[in-house]
């Protein structure tokens, strides 16, 4: 594979780009792998990549039913932020904030990272008082957020009406390094990295039975034929239950879609991510100039992944308070993904009943942000039997009563 470079543009430019090879290999299936991936989107591209980077593990495939990226991951609106309030959240959501920072060099694919900041603006006391809490833990466990005031939040977003009728604006908490990526380009960047160890990411290859013996697993079936395998990663999002129903078992979640929509494009008039959880919706501007408006999920189970007018209508209505502006706008589209939701907000990253398969969901809607932390710690959970990363988000925690509670940071927000 050739390294992108603004040496390697630079030439291309002069030949008229015709010296590029292919981003990925589009491989076809082999009989037998040491660990198989099913789905490509961010979770499943980067637990692949981290298999072969941290533990030399690179007979690997990644099944997709669809196209790459097609999921939750080219469906999402790209905040990254790690201001969770419980001590596992903050370590895993931090480390994949991390991780974002040096994506680009690291797989040498530009995923346009830009820590613009992310601010929740508080408008009730109650958000106030949990927005100081989280700033508090926060700085307990070395993520870097402040509680600011006011006059601060106007000074970072300058279109914001502080004085809404039902809500005003009463602080916020910002994260100067939170801010968003190229979605697409993630899912591309660990693709064509995988792809250039060797491994195998097969497109429109759907995995439609999942085969053990003796409470062990032994490969998948697909649309592709029978794939064999010793190890196996079910990271499908909103798909998990089916494919555990699948392998034999149950999942503690549920499917819903989320929506999002974009404006019509227009001046660059915000620098930075904005969320107001309390009427709920959430915005930022696009390169392109759109700006890109964040929903809520439908109030009942679903595999439709497509918008409603209703949500567009609940979701604009929301913001024209604090943001006036928005009542000006054209939207140019919206659509839908399927999140899927655990009772504590939380991800679960496990072992399951099955020996050698192993679990990555329960991101919801809010999983975007975590693609390189749980991809790194899921490999380990994979490679090694656990991970620090992960240990707390074990399927087991369910039935012992050890929820860890993220409804306030991750029941609403994204
Ligand atoms: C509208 C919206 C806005 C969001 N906004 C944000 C945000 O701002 N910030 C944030 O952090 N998160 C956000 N999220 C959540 C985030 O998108 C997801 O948590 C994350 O993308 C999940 O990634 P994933 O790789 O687990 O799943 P996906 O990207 O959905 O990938 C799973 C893949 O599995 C494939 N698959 C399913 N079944 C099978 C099968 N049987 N065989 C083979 N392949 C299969 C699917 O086709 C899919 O490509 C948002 C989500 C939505 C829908």
Known sequence: MKKYSVFAVAREAMRHHTGWTRAWRDAAPKKRYDAIIIGAGGHGLATAYYLGKNFGITNVAILEKGWLGGGNTGRNTTIIRSNYLQDPS?????KSRSLYETMSQDINYNVMFSPRGVIMLAQTEHEVRGYKRTAH????????????SPARVKELLPIIN???????????????RGGTARHDAVAWGYARACSDMGMD????????????EGGKVTGVSTSRGDIACDKLGIVVAGHSGQLAEMAGFRLPLESVALQALVSEPIKPCMDVVVMANTVHGYM???????????????GYNNFTQRGAFQHIEETVRALIETFPMVSRLKMLRQWGGIVDMTGDRSPILS???????????????????????????MAELMAKGHSPLTDAFGLERFSEGRFIDESVAAGVAH
């Open 90 to 94: 903050a370590a895993i959501f931090e």
């Open 137 to 148: 833990a926060n700085m307990l466990q070395g993520v870097k957020t402040e509680f600011v």
């Open 162 to 176: 502080l004085d809404g009728p039902r809500y005003p604006v009463l602080g916020g908490l910002w994260q100067a």
């Open 201 to 212: 990411v097969i497109q429109q290859c759907e995995v439609t039975g999942i085969r053990s």
């Open 284 to 298: 930022s501007q696009s390169d392109k100039g759109e700006m890109v408006i964040g929903g809520g999920t439908d």
């Open 351 to 377: 072992k399951t009943p099955v020996e050698g398969i192993f679990i990555n969901s329960g991101w919801g809607t809010g999983g975007f942000k975590a693609i390189p932390g749980s991809g790194w710690g």
